[in-house]
């Protein structure tokens, strides 16, 4: 079985990155060094120019715990919390040992959000930045934006392993994300939490992929407790083994979440001494997501928010459809409850359950972005994982169903992927300019088309790979 979850993708060039180097090719050498010349570039551009500006969202995860440090507030959530928190934040940036990025940062957040801390993120957040610090901000900052960075790195690398990426398509993957993708800029000037977030979800899909239910309902339960956006990763996850018939694993995971989530609340609770933190963030919540503060203008790039208004129920025909949508993908291609008997059917099932994770943990994300009433241009970070997945689709199972697609599909089926991918990059912002409607409209196809793509792809697979598993 272990040969088997590690055949997820069938082997080629891609996954000999190696092979080259070693017969000591000089072009690849040369584009090897070059590349990583950049990428360091790129990466070190970026870690110097966030370490200098204010982090606006940082400072406020940043704030609450230095601030319940000092003062008991009992309701961090409320509009009365929220100026104490301003309060106790404003006379620590008064000092004359804190440095100039801190005062200026405070000023700004103070400003935005009118004399208030916007506290809406998780205890767990807060408890977790809180280990982090060590109460100077300029110090904390560095530590927050490193440990970002390395969440990008490694989840890149995670999906380098399942996609059998090269390590030059690796390094220009990474170039192209810190010196280029909107998204990943957004989230470092503003200091937001998507790149531990992205780890979550594609650490989520690689356990998924290698048949880790127990570990990989860990990882979501954490992540959804520490932000509440992949709760529509829990949903396809279990259409996903209803329509599969994977009820052990189903249980597992269940475990693994249900656990996580009681030990995350326990200890932030116990972190901070105030169980009532958790009731209050979740009485929070609906105020947090209905997006009457945030307008397109302010960059609440919402599809369900533009099309039905902040506070209109009918914005829940989105995930309710797309939900429909994909139950119906998963049962129309439910898996055979044959055995695997023999490696090419162990390799068949491998596969299956490949794209099935980019069904629950990528299609869950889009979902998400399509549905939430506050969508921030950080949060289309968390696409990225399906976004690779359609790029790299037309390799994942090359020997299933490749020989009637004439050369002219087979060439848009390559190119067309790409298409959203760059729809993210700064080169086409710049081009859009300050036009908010026009950068939205590109970006919610971009997502919608993405999400075509990547349910086609699935739906295809799974139909093919599930007859090949059964008849071998």
């Known amino acids: 079985m272990e040969s088997a979850e590690n055949s997820v993708l069938p082997s080629g060039p891609a996954a000999r990155p190696s092979a080259l180097l070693q017969n000591q090719n000089p072009s690849l050498i040369t584009a090897l060094i070059f590349g990583a010349v950049l990428l360091i570039s790129s990466a070190w551009s970026l870690w110097s120019e966030t370490t200098q500006t204010p982090t606006i969202d940082f400072l406020t995860f940043w704030s609450v715990p230095q601030a319940l440090s000092k003062q008991n507030i009992a309701n961090i959530y409320s509009q009365e919390g929220q100026h104490d928190l301003a309060s106790v934040t404003a006379d620590r940036a008064r000092s004359p040992f804190v440095s100039d990025l801190q005062k200026r940062t405070t000023a ?242 491998a596969r299956f359950r490949f794209h099935t994770a980019f069904c629950v943990g990528g299609a869950g994300c889009a979902i998400m972005l399509l549905s939430s009433p506050l969508v921030w241009l950080h949060y289309y970070l968390s696409l990225l994982p399906l976004s690779l997945y359609v790029i790299h689709r037309p390799g994942a199972d090359t020997t299933v169903g490749s020989a009637e697609i004439s050369p002219a599909r087979n060439f848009l089926s390559l190119g067309l992927p790409y298409v959203p991918l760059l729809v993210f990059s700064l080169l086409f912002h710049m081009f859009v300019g300050a036009n908010f409607k026009l950068l939205f409209i590109f970006i919610v196809l971009a997502t919608i088309s993405t999400l075509v793509l990547a349910a086609y792809n699935i739906w295809h697979q799974r139909r093919t790979l599930n007859l090949l598993a059964s008849t071998t």
């Open 108 to 349: 700004i957040v103070l400003q935005v959000y009118n004399g208030r801390i916007d506290a809406t993120a998780s205890p767990l957040l807060y408890a977790a930045v809180g280990l982090l610090s060590s109460g100077n901000y300029i110090t904390d900052q560095k530590r927050f934006l490193f440990v970002s960075m390395t969440c990008l790195v490694l989840s890149v690398l995670l999906l380098s392993r399942l996609f059998r990426l090269s390590a030059l398509e690796i390094i220009i993957l990474l170039t192209f994300l810190f010196w280029n993708y909107e998204p990943l800029l957004s989230d470092f000037r503003v200091g937001n939490v998507n790149q531990l977030q992205l780890l979550a979800i594609v650490l989520f899909i690689f356990l998924t992929a290698r048949s880790r239910p127990l570990l990989a309902g860990m990882v979501i339960g954490v992540a959804t407790t520490f932000k509440p956006t992949t709760f529509m990763v829990l949903a396809l996850a279990l259409l996903a083994a209803l329509a599969d018939r994977e009820y052990k694993n189903l249980l597992r995971m269940i475990l693994g979440g249900v656990t996580a989530v009681a030990v995350s609340v326990v200890l932030s609770a116990l972190y901070f001494g105030n169980p009532a933190m958790w009731p209050d963030f979740l009485r929070s919540l609906p105020k947090t997501l209905n997006g009457t503060s945030y307008s397109l203008e302010s960059g609440n790039f919402s599809f369900a928010t533009q099309i039905f208004g902040p506070t209109s129920s009918r914005s829940l025909i989105i995930p309710i459809v797309l939900l429909l949508v994909f139950s119906w993908l998963l049962f129309a291609t439910r898996r055979s409850c044959a055995a695997p008997s023999d490696s090419s059917s162990n390799r068949a099932h």
